[in-house]
């Protein structure tokens, strides 16, 4: 069974400045996907970057990257030049591959990101 | 382009009574379809996901039930609310390549009184 865990309950940056959000996967599957997702006070969930995991290249989205350590299960979320209106629930997530699951998203229990003016 | 519509937004309902929550994509065909729920301050767990109308697997035994009678809507519901039903309720959808990920509704707000 595929887990996810993200040891930061609750991180602060302040505004302009860079920050990152820790997650650490188990599965024992070969192909798999890892996302980042957003969720602010509104509650709807917005994908941020997501990694296939046969590629070794970090997935980049404008301000937003991943450090994708493979070997030691980490998929780690960098947010440059931070924005009022990052602050949010950040939730790693993999997806359960073509298994049992059918390709479920298994969700960690997210980090509270607080942007400081 | 592919949208994803859930509704109703909030809802409060007595113990005991019925429910029905309606999720519907447009845009895609034959989508992957999945029911989420989130519970105060924590991460979100799957209930059911569907493949393909009248194809429904349930996650996590409890007392709600899903349908999709047709290829782009999904329906949960239950005959007897439980206060431990009470929680944020996620739809979600993805195309079967796997290729763009994800895309939620805008969810329903459910409390249970």
């Known amino acids: 069974a595929q887990t996810v865990t993200q040891s930061q309950p609750e991180m602060s940056v302040q505004e302009a400045e860079t920050v990152t959000l820790s997650c650490t996967y188990d599965?024992?599957?070969?192909?798999?996907?890892l996302f980042w997702y957003k969720q602010p006070p509104s509650r709807q969930m917005i994908l941020v970057i997501r990694?296939?995991?046969?590629?070794?290249q970090n997935a980049t989205e404008n301000r937003f990257s991943v450090n994708f350590q493979k070997a030691a299960k980490s998929f780690s979320l960098k947010i440059s030049d931070s924005q009022l209106g990052d602050a949010a629930m950040y939730f790693c997530a993999i997806e359960g591959g073509y298994g049992g699951s059918q390709g479920n998203l298994i969700f960690g229990k997210g980090t509270k990101l607080s942007v400081k003016p | 382009s592919q949208t994803i519509h859930q509704w109703p937004a909030t809802l409060v309902q007595p113990v005991g009574s019925p429910l029905s929550l309606e999720c519907t994509v447009e845009?895609?065909?034959?989508?992957?379809l999945y029911w989420y729920r989130q519970a105060a301050g924590r991460g979100l767990q799957l209930l059911f996901y569907?493949?393909?109308?009248?194809?429904i697997s349930s996650e996590v035994p409890q007392n709600l039930s899903a349908s999709r009678p047709q290829d782009r809507q999904f329906i949960l519901s239950s005959k007897k609310l439980l206060l431990s039903d009470s929680g944020f309720y996620l739809c979600?959808?993805?195309?079967?390549?796997?290729?763009?990920?994800?895309?939620f509704g805008s969810g329903t707000r459910l409390t249970v009184v």
């Open positions: 845009g895609t065909s034959n989508p992957n």
């Open positions: 979600a959808w993805t195309v079967r390549e796997r290729t763009d990920g994800y895309t």
């Open positions: 569907s493949v393909g109308i009248g194809q």
């Open positions: 599965t024992s599957e070969s192909d798999y996907y």
């Open positions: 990694q296939e995991a046969y590629k070794q």
